[in-house]
T-cell receptor, first 111, second 115 residues
């Protein structure tokens, strides 16, 4: 059983469109991170959310942490081809020293 | 550039062999994490070291071992290699082990191919 479920698994859109990807769990997380990974490279940290209901913006990316700290979403406005990549969420349930990663959403933005 | 370095970048070896992957964390980071990423299994947590001590273990095989040295660099040793061990191996580092969000900074990875 995957602790963090990400959806959709794959998403292909045209440049300029908006999109939302989700990260859901039945567990409560003390914090949750979003990463973006390009093929053959390491994941790059985008944001950390800590407080239930928190919203963080990073240019065209908006991250939200659920009120109960069990889920999160990433919304991209006016997607660009440079947004193409694998988006991973990760969290730690109990400050146990290890993060669990979701399987990710593979986003393709076509010109 | 995350500040985390990994060597080698690519490694090709035969089944049954043993290899060592090396990671240097960002300056000031005490925690080092190792992950395996294969096509069909996503990013799998292997092990976490904090300031030289093992802090958490994931689904790490008994054929795999790791350590973190006094200068904080870490090595992941993979032995009796099997075809299924072919994967990208990532190292990540972070400032703290507990009490803070696990903001991890990943290295470029080592691509291991077992033939």
């Amino acid at each position: 059983t995957q602790l963090l479920e990400q959806s959709p698994q794959f998403l292909s859109i045209q440049e300029g469109e908006n999109l939302t990807v989700y990260c859901n769990s039945s567990s409560v997380f003390s914090s949750l991170q979003w990463y973006r990974q390009e093929p053959g490279e390491g994941p790059v940290l985008l944001v950390t959310v800590v407080t239930g209901g928190e919203v963080k913006k990073l240019k065209r990316l908006t991250f939200q942490f659920g009120d109960a700290r069990k889920d999160s979403s990433l919304h991209i406005t006016a997607a660009q081809t440079g947004d193409t990549g694998l988006y991973l969420c990760a969290g730690d349930v109990s400050n146990a020293g290890k993060s669990t990663f979701g399987d990710g959403t593979t986003l393709t933005v076509k010109p | 550039d995350s500040g985390v370095t990994q060597t080698p970048k690519h490694l090709i070896t035969a089944t049954g062999q043993r290899v060592t992957l090396r990671c240097s964390p960002r300056s000031g980071d005490l925690s080092v994490y190792w992950y395996q990423q294969s096509l069909d299994q996503g990013l799998q947590f292997l092990i976490h070291y904090y300031n030289g001590e093992e802090r958490a273990k994931g689904n790490i095989l008994e054929r795999f071992s790791a350590q973190q040295f006094p200068d904080l660099h870490s090595e992941l040793n993979l032995s009796s290699l099997e075809l299924g061990d072919s994967a990208l191996y990532f190292c990540a580092s972070s400032v703290e082990s507990r009490g803070a969000p696990y903001e991890q900074y990943f290295g470029p990875g080592t691509r291991l191919t077992v033939t």
